[in-house]
């Protein structure tokens, strides 16, 4: 097979650059194989790390394609770009990883005192500490590289350590000085982790409800979870909001395929309506009835990822009800976010389904191709939160004219940093509005109110819902 490395050496390379092999290995071949191969019979002065081979100890990781993998772990492909993970390089494949290891914190156990580990301290430490400091997630965090943020794993090591009695630090304050609120929750770090470490769960929104209950949470998310508790929405009301516009049920054109209660989520309800009434047309087309209890709140996404929690109860309490009572057992949700909370953090009697999800999954009418170029961002609370990614391409693909798609990165809307860290939303805005130029589209699609403000912001494109773009597609036809 054919593969292509990033080569470099200090010592007579001004810049990088790519050179391209041609190798034997066996089937199956993993990278660590490939490369081997490279060094054995091509150049032996190819420069990499490697140890285990066993996918225990996290020296090999490198990037494939884009991605951050662990090259004794990755089966190779013909074509495949091999380059080193997105730190700073020593030479060819081997980064500088001391600065990183320097910012984990150690165990600070005081003297003359004994502490001990209960079985419950230990049962919350273990999701945390399978760590082998590969430093994928370091690699890939969209947050690092604009921000004082040191990084997922970092945040990982300070959450095992406050959940251990024999440590002595305060680590909350030491999170919060190492960018605690910096983290937008995209869970990029979860998808390239080998061992699947929920960092953002599991580590980042439990430091944050710590901070929470000292009063340290930024002025921003205290002021927004005040709202939540006094009207049970994360937005003021400023005009007439959608549950105030639509009946209770709203019925089909033509036969009836399908019922779902649906949840408007805050935005939606009061700020961007016009895409959920284009989505109420866009379900009457495809046959699908509708039922709208007025009694739904805010899911709580904004004080979980925040970690001001403590009312989340009483919401989840409060839409359950809305739901149950209204006799549904499926619950269409058209934002991002209020999907994945919904799904992850809230345990539901009924089925909670994406609208891209449930058109492809029943069938849905083709509609008129609409002209312009289009693009798709992955919303990372559908993409990740919710593992949907084909269903909105297929839609898009039959009704935009040209469509371009585009690798999956977050705008840094979400995890509060937009209203508490606008400044750092901004920048890693910016590296998504570069990545959208590329595609050369006239529009941006996507299934997320604040992905949709803030690639606005930050693009000066427009951005549209896919429910509005289907609707023009069927009023042109």
Known sequence: MKVTVSRFDPACDADPHF????????????????????????????????????????SCAIRVNGEPVLACMQEAADGDVIEPLDLPRIRDLVTDIAPV?????????????????????VEEIKPLRECIECFSCISACPAISVSEYKGPTIMRQEQRLNLDPRDKTDRIEEAIEKGLFSCTTCHKCVEVCPKEIET??????????????????????????????KTGRSVER?????????????????EVRATVGFFVGCMFNGRVIQPALDAMEVLKINGIRVIIPKEQVCCGSPLIRTGLSGFVPELSRRNIDAFVK?????????????????????????RVVDITELLCEIGFVKPEKVKGTYTYHDPCHLL???????????????TAENFVDMQARCCGAGGGVKSGQPEEAAKIGAVRAEMVKKTGADFIVTVCPFCEFHLHQVTGLPVKNIASLMLEGYNKK
């Open 19 to 58: 050179e391209t092999y041609e190798v034997a290995v066996a089937d199956k071949a993993r990278v660590l194989n490939v490369l081997d191969a490279v060094r054995d019979t091509k150049d032996a002065t190819l420069a990499y790390r490697h140890c285990c081979r066993g996918g225990q100890c996290g």
């Open 101 to 121: 290891i320097a910012n984990l914190a150690w165990l600070n156990g005081a003297e003359n005192v004994c502490s001990f580990v209960s079985h419950d301290n």
């Open 200 to 229: 953002p769960r599991k580590a980042v929104e439990k430091l944050r409800a710590e901070a929470a209950k000292r009063g340290l949470s930024l002025p921003a998310h205290k002021a927004l979870a005040a709202l939540i508790e």
């Open 238 to 254: 400023k005009e007439p909001t959608f549950l105030e516009r639509v009946p209770d049920v709203i019925e089909p054109y033509g």
């Open 326 to 350: 209204a006799g549904v057992d499926t619950v269409l949700t058209i934002c991002a976010g209020c999907g994945s909370t919904l799904k992850n953090d809230c345990k539901t009697p009924f």
């Open 384 to 398: 990740r939160g919710q593992g949907i990614s084909e269903q909105p391409r297929e839609l898009l693909k039959a």
